[in-house]
């Protein structure tokens, strides 16, 4: 492992993957450190699954470079897997074995001795608190319970990175937030991760950094508050105003907004001065008889970003 890049888990260089004639990921960059829980935000189709199918060896890289502790994924891909813990996008349990036993079986892929993969095994369900469900058949389990084994068992062999494809995607709200905890946990105790995702809110609350993937291309990176303040500003005032109106509406007020775009039938101004702007195009609406039907003040987030870089929204 060369030593100047320790402390990188992953660097993609110019990576490509191309299913036949079409370029589903068109040659990206980013670097993952050591510690850190790294972000692909994006809506379905930008590329992520493929992203973090050939990082974890799945799928073959069809140019570019991919290196995965400091070594060619191409080339040491086996080494690299044994370092790896997977949550894939698609549930692959066994569901006709018990939740225990999926995570023996598992082991024994890693070559672990049966008694050692029973203590780790009991140490996982305890962590990710399912250890009431030891013996309960996988099939039989809820979406939420079942997402949790799923981590639960990428977690086996200790792994140095933990891929994350779509963690909650199908679940409702509670079981989105048990799975949130037990991932800022893994964090807290300095677990490196790769979390695909399309939910703009786990983009923003678990992702030290990320990059904003949009039909195979990086829109943007960085951290989440950083893109937000570079793009959009701290407020998004949403107004529902005739689209004929909305240029003479905002006249005036130029200065004081960053960008506005059109969200649905209202108008979405991005600011960091929200009242005042609100202020400005009441009187401006009054004055002119302009109807605003709708208004809404409100932060901003990695939606806005998304929104403001595409001129579409995240789902
Ligand atoms: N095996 C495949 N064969 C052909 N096209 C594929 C295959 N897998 C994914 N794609 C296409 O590649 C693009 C990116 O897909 P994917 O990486 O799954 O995106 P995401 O995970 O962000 O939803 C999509 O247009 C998808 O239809
Ligand atoms: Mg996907």
């Not at 993957?17 to 972000?39: L, Y």
């Not at 099939?139 to 062999?157: D, F, M, V």
């Not at 960053?258 to 009187?283: C, K, N, P, S």
Request: charged share 25%.
């Amino acid at each position: 492992m060369s030593g100047q890049n320790n402390d990188k888990v992953v660097i993609a260089r110019g990576l490509v993957k191309r299913f036949g004639d079409f370029e589903a990921v068109k040659g990206v960059d980013f670097t993952v450190s050591r510690g850190e829980c790294f972000g692909l935000l994006g809506p379905n189709g930008a590329g992520k699954t493929s992203i973090a199918k050939m990082i974890y060896g799945f799928s073959p890289v069809t140019a570019g470079k991919l290196e995965v502790f400091g070594e060619d994924i191409m080339t040491r891909a086996r080494s690299i897997k044994s370092r790896i813990g997977v949550v894939p996008q698609e549930d692959n349990l066994d569901p006709e074995l018990s939740v225990r036993e999926n995570l023996i079986i598992y082991a024994g892929y890693f070559q672990m001795k049966r008694d050692l993969a029973g203590g780790r095994a009991d140490e996982i369900l305890a962590f990710m608190d399912l250890s009431d469900k030891s013996g309960a058949v996988v099939e039989h389990l809820s979406g939420g319970l079942k997402r949790r084994l799923t981590i639960g068992r990428a977690l086996i062999n200790q792994p140095e990175l933990l891929i994350l494809d779509e963690p909650t995607t199908g679940l409702d709200p509670y079981a989105r937030h048990l799975v949130w905890q037990r991932l800022r946990k893994l964090k807290e105790m300095g677990t490196t991760m790769l979390l695909t995702t399309h939910y703009l809110e786990e983009a923003s609350q678990l992702c030290d950094r990320l990059i904003i993937l949009h039909l195979g291309k990086i829109l943007e990176q960085g951290k989440p508050e950083e893109l937000v303040v570079r793009h959009v500003g701290q407020e998004a005032l949403e107004l529902g105003v005739n689209t004929s109106q909305r240029d003479l509406l905002i006249k005036g007020s130029e200065d004081l907004i960053r960008a506005w775009q059109t969200l649905g039938d209202d108008m979405v101004i991005y600011t960091d001065h929200g009242r005042q702007i609100a202020v400005f195009v009441a009187e401006r609406a009054a004055g002119l008889g302009i109807t605003i039907s709708y208004q809404r003040l409100r932060p901003t987030n990695l939606e806005d970003v998304f929104l403001k870089l595409t001129g579409e929204t995240l789902n």
